[in-house]
């Protein structure tokens, strides 16, 4: 029988490439998506026509409970947030819940389903959970580059609330015997990335100004440093940290760090534009809290599950501007959630 994976955030950019892969690798997919009349589904199902829909929101306990039922998985992805980091200040208390609480909810829910309680041995057949934390965790950082033994400093409610779900997790496992991981993904990118991230922002704006449609591109802190891999590469480690006899937390990132001014020299360059020419800085964009650089130590994920990125950054940047060149001259809209290329 096919192996079977309930993954959250089956709508976001992870969700829809962690599917594929698992589709490929033979599993029965299920999305947990929440709404009653949420675009994005809709945007899902054209794209990931196998992938069956069971409804549920992070913030809802008995709904959790009732899509971990119904669906009897084998392997539980948490990959639902509130993801952008400038929003985790204008509503943190709702960061708090969908990002943090949320974690506590599908745990619980994986207990209470699989009658697990304290104390209790690891069982064989249990189902694997894994967690999707973040390198905003690490927020101003105490070394670099950094690892699983890297102290947190969160700087942004979002991180906090990703550093209580990283904890959390390895509570469960400690106290319940549970499955129970956490991949520590740095920054990780691709066409299908939200256009509020600075990535696909500027990989749009410059083919906006290709085409003749902007003339400029307002950017934040083009200082910040951050570990940019592909996000089609990054789905695979998460897959492969399930799949360990022993359950335990992995980095995963490139070991290489660029600016954001390395970013915009790159995706102007591969447009054949020069960015000084287009871009401005703007002081309304800086954060009230930054993370000034992030750099990965992978070096875990490499000797223990043989993980190595494949995409690198240049690469990966000219993959973003073909894209949204072409998703703009056959007139798609960005903006609208029916348009994923
Ligand atoms: P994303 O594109 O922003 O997707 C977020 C997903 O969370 C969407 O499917 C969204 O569904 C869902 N969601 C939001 N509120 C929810 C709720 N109340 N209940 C259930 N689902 C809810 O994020 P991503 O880039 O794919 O990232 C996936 C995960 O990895 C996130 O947890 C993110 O914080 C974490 N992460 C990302 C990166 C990165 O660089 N991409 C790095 C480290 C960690 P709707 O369509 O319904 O809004
Ligand atoms: O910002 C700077 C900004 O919003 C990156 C999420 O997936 O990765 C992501 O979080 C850097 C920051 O991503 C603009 O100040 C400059 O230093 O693309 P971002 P993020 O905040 O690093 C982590 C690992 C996650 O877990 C998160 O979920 O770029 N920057 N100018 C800008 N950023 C944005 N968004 N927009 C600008 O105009």
């Given amino acids: 029988m096919a192996r079977r994976a309930l993954i959250t955030g089956i709508t976001g950019q992870d969700g829809s490439y ?23 589904v809709s945007r899902m199902r054209k794209l990931l026509s196998d992938v069956q829909v069971v409804r549920g929101d992070l913030l809802d306990q008995g709904s959790l409970i009732s899509a971990v039922e119904r669906v009897q998985p084998d392997e539980v992805y948490n990959l639902g947030a509130i993801s952008f980091v400038p929003m985790s200040w204008e509503q943190a208390e709702l960061t708090a819940e969908v990002t943090g609480m949320g974690v506590l909810r599908m745990l619980e829910a994986i207990r209470v389903c699989s009658g ?37 400093h969160p700087r942004s409610p979002y991180g906090v609330a990703k550093a209580y779900g990283h904890f959390l997790t390895q509570n469960y496992r400690e106290s319940y015997g549970m499955y129970a991981v956490s991949g520590i993904l740095f920054n990780h990118e691709s066409p299908r990335r939200g256009a509020e991230f600075v990535t696909r922002k500027v990989s749009l704006g410059v083919a906006r100004i290709k085409l003749g449609q902007a003339t400029e591109l307002r950017l934040g802190n083009l200082e910040a440093r951050r570990d940019w891999g592909y996000a089609g590469d990054y789905v695979k480690a998460m897959h492969l940290m399930l799949q360990t006899a022993t359950p335990e937390d992995y980095v995963i990132g490139t070991g290489h760090m660029k600016s954001v001014r390395e970013l ?29 650089l992030l750099c990965a130590d992978p070096k875990k994920a490499r000797t223990q599950l043989g993980w190595e990125p494949r995409v690198a950054f240049d690469e990966l940047v000219a993959m973003m501007v073909e894209s949204d060149l072409r998703l703009l001259t056959d007139g798609g809209d960005p903006d609208q959630d029916s348009s994923w290329p």
Avoid: C, K
Avoid at 18 to 36: K, M, P, S, T
């Fill in 18 to 40: 962690l599917a594929e892969h698992l589709l490929d690798q033979g599993y029965e997919v299920w999305g947990l998506a929440r709404g009653q009349a949420n675009p994005r």
């Fill in 116 to 152: 697990v309680s304290r104390g209790a041995a690891a069982a064989s057949g249990q189902i694997r959970f894994y967690q999707a934390s973040s390198s905003e965790m690490f927020g101003q950082v105490t070394e670099t580059p950094q690892n699983e033994r890297t102290a947190f």
């Fill in 264 to 292: 915009v020299e790159a995706a102007f360059s591969a447009a054949g534009l020069d960015w000084e020419r287009y871009v401005v800085t703007d002081q309304t964009l800086h954060r009230p809290a930054e993370v000034d």
